[in-house]
């Protein structure tokens, strides 16, 4: 047996797989085993390159392959691993130091942890203590968006609806999870019929939550400046009122940049675009470009500050919280993105992209919507243009899509109609117009079998 075949019999064997099928991955001769990587491409363990258009999750933003990383990882775990009990390490320090000098607004205490579910889940601990230590233990509610996901964990899995069928077997649900609207005007279940419009009727949503359930029982607000799955850009007015909005009812705006942040969408936090500094954030992926396990909640010192005092700190721990190789590593990643200007590449490469995906409208029935910002951009597919009408499930477009693009050596899938493309900072336009021409070819294949005419 070859070394591919065995590796692939044996994780058909014993591993579990993040969302595949291991009865499908056997009998299509999968997984594909990633061997190595340098920027966008990645070769696997049959000698195939591959772009890796998302970066792994949106998460590889500095690029795989960045030796740079992997020795400051290895220098300090040389040093020492992992620090005694009630002690910290400079790596941890410095990274906390960094991440704050560089978050918007007065975010300055950094609670690290080990991926994008702690950070949101530290936020949400945070959130509910505050209002407790503040004399409110009756302020438990908190507001997200449907359509957004903040997290795997037992409590934050419940913010926000993501994809269909995703929840399924995991209740009961929590109590005090309340559902606003996503500012997306492509769809907007309001009726606004202009991305402004969208967003103050989303954001006029979030504030008659919170005074319809009663203000003085409603936390906080968890949004995603640009929501992942379908890269839902807001209009400009909805940062700015949902921070006002929160200030108003004394409630916490909590920010989830842990796609966005560290530079995707062309600012080195999205909530930069709109001026509106939250309460707390999160941020994952990009802070580490995932060579390592590594996030962080950050509190303003307002918030902090309510943590402060002898037997008043935020009881939370997690045994790999403020990981010094970890920490190594996210600051030599921060490092990178500094010193190479990555997070300006992101806002002119990102631009480029989205122009190059425009021009796929002129040619595809299919191609409802293009949307986007900085290195976060989505084509959206519809079965009718004018009516916006989705695919029907039965059709399995997504799968065609992934299937396609696949054959042309792109890892890159679509989710409920929605090719969501969130590369690397480090892409350059020859990668975009590799990618598009491919995303192009592979429309007029999906449109040819479905017997739909390929011009507009
Ligand atoms: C917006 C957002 N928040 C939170 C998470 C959870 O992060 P992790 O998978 O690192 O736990 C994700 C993961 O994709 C995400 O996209």
């Not at 009998?27 to 920027?39: F, I, L, N, R």
Request: proline residues 5%; contains cysteine; charged residues 25%.
């Amino acid at each position: 047996m070859g070394y591919t075949e065995d590796l692939q019999k044996t994780a058909a064997r014993h591993l579990w797989m993040a969302n595949r099928d291991w009865t499908e991955m056997a009998e299509t001769g999968g997984p594909t085993v990633a061997v190595e990587g340098k920027g966008l491409r990645v070769t696997d363990s049959d000698g195939n390159s591959w772009i890796d258009v998302n970066g792994g999750y949106i998460s590889v933003g500095v690029g795989h392959g960045r030796v740079e990383i992997a020795e400051a990882a290895f220098e300090q775990a040389k040093k020492l691993s992992f620090m005694p009990a009630g002690t910290t390490t400079e790596a941890t320090v410095r990274v906390a130091e960094k991440i704050a000098s560089l978050a918007p607004g007065s975010l300055n205490r950094v609670f690290p942890v080990s991926g994008g579910s702690e950070a949101t889940e530290t936020a949400l601990k945070i959130v509910r203590a505050y209002h407790g230590r503040r004399g409110q233990p009756g302020r438990y509610k908190v507001i997200s968006r449907e359509g957004s996901y903040h997290g795997a964990t037992g409590g934050v899995y419940w913010l926000g609806t993501s994809a269909a069928g995703y929840r399924e077997g995991f209740e009961p649900t929590q109590r005090g999870l309340l559902y606003a609207p996503q500012p997306n005007s492509y769809r907007c279940s309001l009726g606004g019929e202009t991305p402004s419009e969208c967003a103050v009727l989303c954001a006029e949503a979030v504030e008659r939550l919170i005074v319809e359930n009663g203000p003085e029982t409603v936390a906080a607000v968890f949004a995603e400046p640009v929501a992942a799955r379908a890269c839902v850009v807001p209009g400009d007015e909805y940062w700015p009122m949902l921070r006002e909005i929160c200030d108003r009812y004394g409630v916490l705006l909590v920010a989830d940049e842990i796609v966005t942040g560290f530079g995707q969408t062309g600012r080195m936090f999205a909530v930069e675009h709109w001026g509106a500094a939250p309460d707390v954030m999160a941020v994952a992926k990009g802070v580490v470009s995932t060579y390592l396990p590594f996030g962080a909640a950050i509190a303003t010192d307002e918030v902090a500050d309510v943590f402060a005092g002898k037997d008043n700190y935020l009881r939370h721990v997690f045994t790999a919280a403020g990981h010094p190789v970890c920490s190594a590593a996210a600051l030599k990643n921060i490092e990178i993105i500094e010193d190479e200007n990555l997070v300006r590449n992101a806002a002119e490469v990102g631009a480029y992209l989205k122009a190059q995906l425009e021009t796929l409208k002129a040619d595809h029935p299919i191609v409802g919507d293009v949307r986007g910002i900085g290195l976060m951009c989505a084509v959206e597919l519809v079965s009718d243009r004018r009516t916006k009408e989705p695919f029907a499930p039965e059709m399995e477009v997504d799968s065609k899509v992934r299937e396609k693009l696949r054959s042309r050596g792109l890892l890159l899938g679509a989710s409920e109609g929605v090719i969501a493309i969130g590369p690397p900072l480090v892409i350059t336009r020859a990668d975009v117009d590799e990618i598009v021409h491919a995303i192009d070819l592979a429309l007029w294949e999906i449109e040819g079998e479905m017997g739909i005419a390929g011009s507009v």
